[in-house]
């Protein structure tokens, strides 16, 4: 599974390194060096404020993904919300192999879309990776510790 937090770069051209961790898991957990690069679920901000990142799926896990939204309805998804869905994960997503330094091209739409300028975070979220902008990763971290469920059975039964 993807842990952790490593802060890199990507360049003018939309050059990345892929973390070496991180490239390790993708070949000896999911057992295949592709993976997808897609825009993220939108990240709701004060208001109607929404922000973008990316995300590395694992190559699987997101013809997985694609199975399960071939009849989202079954999980509970309207009809409208299901294209939306599509629209937003599947549309923009790119089939991707890192080079052997493990750089990767990210898609000058999609590093606009994550305002992906100089510095750069890859959050590993278990079995996906996500990417943000060092701009929009500090206000994820700001919208997490408003949603953290502070004092929560659950986090209770988690051992947290």
Not at 111 to 120: D, G, P, S, V, Y
Request: net charge negative.
């Amino acid at each position: 599974m993807f842990r952790g937090k490593f802060d890199t770069t990507i360049d003018a051209k939309g050059r990345t390194s892929i973390p070496a961790k991180f490239r390790e898991i993708l070949l000896d957990t999911f057992g295949d060096e592709r993976f997808f690069l897609t825009k993220s679920s939108p990240v709701r901000l004060d208001g109607d404020q929404v922000c973008y990142g990316l995300v590395i799926y694992p190559y699987h896990e997101f013809l997985a993904l694609e199975e399960k939204l071939k009849d989202g309805t079954a999980l509970g998804l309207t009809v409208n919300q299901l294209a939306s869905v599509r629209r937003t994960i599947l549309v923009p997503a790119v089939e991707c192999v890192a080079d052997k330094l493990g750089r990767v091209l990210v898609p000058n739409d999609l590093r606009k879309t994550a305002q992906l300028e100089r510095e750069i975070h890859f959050v590993g979220m278990q079995n996906k990776v996500d990417i943000y902008s060092q701009a929009v990763w500090a206000r994820v971290c700001e919208q997490d510790e408003q949603n953290f469920p502070v004092d929560s059975a659950a986090l209770a039964g988690l051992g947290l």
